[in-house]
């Protein structure tokens, strides 16, 4: 069938299609956030749930050979919520307090971070069979967390400031934002992509390039649950694609908004374990 239209017909439809893309593009607009709100939601969900919190994790460490080593600690977190902060739109600074139970060798060494929004972290490492408390360099913070693929930065996150963001991707799931250091000089990788669930906002996938442009580091979230309301990352692998190793995190116990006080964070208690906070709740 043959179907001729006038030119009333065909400005007509020509209006209405205009009109009707119009009216989609500030909603298609709407749907996808700024690259800087991305990086922020994102940041919230995989640092700052709830005002604290407590984990316990267990690392398995295996090595190219297949050699496997474990080992478990608590976790503690504090956020210093900023006045007038509400929810969880609080992002500024941190502490965290990690104690190792096992294996034996670990046993009672403490890890523990003042986090900054504005300055280098504070760092320190209470060396139990020493007695021996030392301070961790801003420029050790990218070297292995006690033998795992894991970093020291790993553990209380990358400052947002630290890097600049681009958005490469966006699909049904998931934000690809690239991450490019502001001073190259302090880090060992040229750029790492990301990946950021769209429901969630919670990092699931990065993946890390050298100088070379070579890719040599990946982390993967395996599982999450939500608890307590909040999107919570339960199992995650590192790997060191340059030397065959792994990692896998696994989460248990985690429980939110639990008022710890902000006094176990000082620096005697590397030394006396705040045991009351330690035990499973």
Known sequence: MNTKYTANQI????LALTTFGALLAPLAT???PSVANIVAKANRTAYYQGK????KVKMTITDARGQIRNREMTILRRDDVSPGAKGDEHCGDQAFY???????DVNKMVFMVWKHV???DDRWLYLPALDLVKRIAASDERTSFVGS?????DVSGRGMEEDGHELLETTADTYLLKNTPKDPKLVEFSYYNVWIDRQTFMPVKAEYYDRNGKLYRRMEVLETKEIQGYPTVTKAKMSNLNTGGHTIAEYSRVKYDIGLPEKIFAERYLRRAPRKYL???
Do not use: C, I, N
């Open 98 to 104: 990690v104690y190792f139970h096992r294996p034996a």
């Open 118 to 120: 504005d300055k280098d």
């Open 149 to 153: 693929d894991f970093l020291y930065e």
């Open 279 to 281: 035990r499973s709740r």
């Open 52 to 55: 604290d919190g407590s984990a």
């Open 30 to 32: 709407a749907q996808t």
């Open 11 to 14: 400005a007509l439809l020509t």
